[in-house]
Every structure is written in C-alpha cells, then in structure tokens.
C-alpha cells in the first residue's frame, strides 16, 4: 500500500488575495466583502500584509462599540500579526495551525508578500 505525498499549501489555495490599505474605512471594507462574497479580507500596505479583518471583526470591535463606520480605518480594527503560513508548508500543518489557534482561515504569504488565503475547507478535502 503506498502513501500518497502530502500535499503543499500552494497546491489547494483556492482565494486570491483581496486586500484593502490600512487607511480604508470599514465601510470600504464591508462593500468589498459583500461585492466578492467573502467574509474577511487582508489589511495590505504595498503588498505587505499587516492584518486580517473579518465581518465579525467589524461587528464586535466597531459596530457594537458604537464606532463610526465611516471615520475608523480597517488598520485600527483588524488582528495585527495574523497566523499565517508559506506556500511550501504541507496541508497537515496548515491545518494543525488552525486547530492551535482556532482560526478557520489563514492567509498565505511569502517574503511578507500575501499570496492568497486558505480555508478549514481547503485543508480538509481529499486531494
């Protein structure tokens, strides 16, 4: 009986990178969500990723605080120094990754440079 060979990380990124600068209000951000049907995207300055920030990240730290959508920056709301993961890294650990820190998705990144995002989904189909 063989063993298949593990699978890389590069090989099930199934989402480009949708990003937003630091400066963007939240509003911009939640448009970009709804517009790409997806429920975070990644906080990038000239290409370098600096944080994640989710639907649930804009209800529970803006929106239920009572903050203005409009006058606060995506930078002053998302999670700074995400978990992140290299595009050469086996599935396994990317999922490992996502059980420690209890995160369904992980951004991918290289050099600091963001490739794409990986989801609990990705990681756990069969190849």
Not at 44 to 57: H, N, S
Request: net charge negative; aromatic share 0%.
């Amino acid at each position: 009986m063989s063993q298949d060979p593990p699978r890389h990380v590069r090989d099930v990124i199934t989402r480009p990178v949708v990003s937003v600068h630091p400066d963007a209000s939240l509003v911009e951000a939640a448009q970009l969500m709804r517009a790409q049907d997806i429920g975070e995207v990644l906080v990038a300055d000239g290409g370098k990723l600096l944080g994640v920030l989710t639907d649930r990240d804009i209800t529970l730290r803006a929106v239920a605080e009572g903050v203005d959508p409009l006058a606060v920056t995506c930078h002053a709301v998302c999670t700074a120094d995400p978990v992140t993961i290299g595009p050469d890294e086996e599935v396994a650990e990317a999922a490992a990754l996502m059980r420690r820190h209890a995160v369904r998705r992980l951004p991918v990144v290289e050099a600091g440079r963001p490739l794409g995002v990986i989801s609990l989904g990705d990681v756990t189909e069969p190849p």
